[in-house]
C-alpha cells in the first residue's frame, strides 16, 4: 500500500529556514533579542513581552485601547451579534483585567518596556521602526483582506 505521507526531507541548514513562530531549538539557538526593537502586539498579560525583555530587547507593548476595536466572527446567536453593547462591556472588563495583569508583572519585574494603546489599523508613526514584531492571537480579530470580511453574514 502507498503511504500518503512525504518522505522526510534531509535536514537543511538553519540559514535557510524560515520561523513562522519562536521555538527553542535542541542546540540552544534562538533568534538573538538583545539589542533588538522589538513591537509585541497583542500583549494581553505581557508574558511575550517579559520575554523578549529577558533577552535583551527594547520593547514596545500594543494593545487595543477599546473592546469595540476587536472584530469577532458574528456566529449565529453570539451575544456579540444579538447585543453588541453589553458584548463591548464584557470584553471591556476583560481587557481591562488583562491589563491589570500586565501593569502588575510590569511593576513587579522592574520592566523598562513602553506601552502603546490603540488601533491595531493605525499604528502612528511616532512608534518608530523595529527589528521584529511578535503577533500573539490577533489576526483572528481583523476585519480581513477586504473591508466588511466578516460582515458578510452569520456564520452559524
Known amino acids: 500500500m502507498t503511504s500518503i505521507f512525504?518522505?522526510?526531507w534531509p535536514k537543511p541548514r538553519i540559514e535557510d529556514c524560515f520561523w513562522y513562530h519562536t521555538m527553542d531549538l535542541p542546540n540552544g539557538g534562538q533568534h538573538p533579542m538583545a539589542g533588538k526593537r522589538l513591537l509585541d502586539i497583542g500583549t494581553a498579560s505581557g508574558f511575550l513581552t517579559w520575554e523578549a525583555e529577558r533577552a535583551g530587547a527594547d520593547v514596545v507593548s500594543f494593545d487595543l485601547d477599546h473592546a469595540r476595536r476587536q472584530k469577532l466572527l458574528p456566529f449565529k446567536g453570539s451575544v456579540?451579534?444579538?447585543?453588541?453593547?453589553?458584548?463591548e462591556r464584557q470584553r471591556e472588563a476583560f481587557f481591562n483585567s488583562?491589563?491589570?495583569?500586565?501593569w502588575y508583572m510590569h511593576h513587579s519585574l522592574g520592566s523598562a518596556a513602553k506601552v502603546y494603546y490603540g488601533d491595531i489599523e493605525n499604528f502612528p508613526p511616532e512608534l518608530g521602526q523595529f527589528d521584529v514584531a511578535l503577533f500573539g492571537s490577533v489576526f483572528r480579530t481583523l476585519a480581513g483582506p477586504y473591508p466588511g470580511h466578516w460582515q458578510r453574514g452569520a456564520v452559524g
Open 98 to 102: 488583562q491589563k491589570r495583569s500586565y
Open 6 to 8: 512525504v518522505d522526510p
Open 80 to 87: 456579540y451579534c444579538t447585543d453588541r453593547a453589553e458584548s
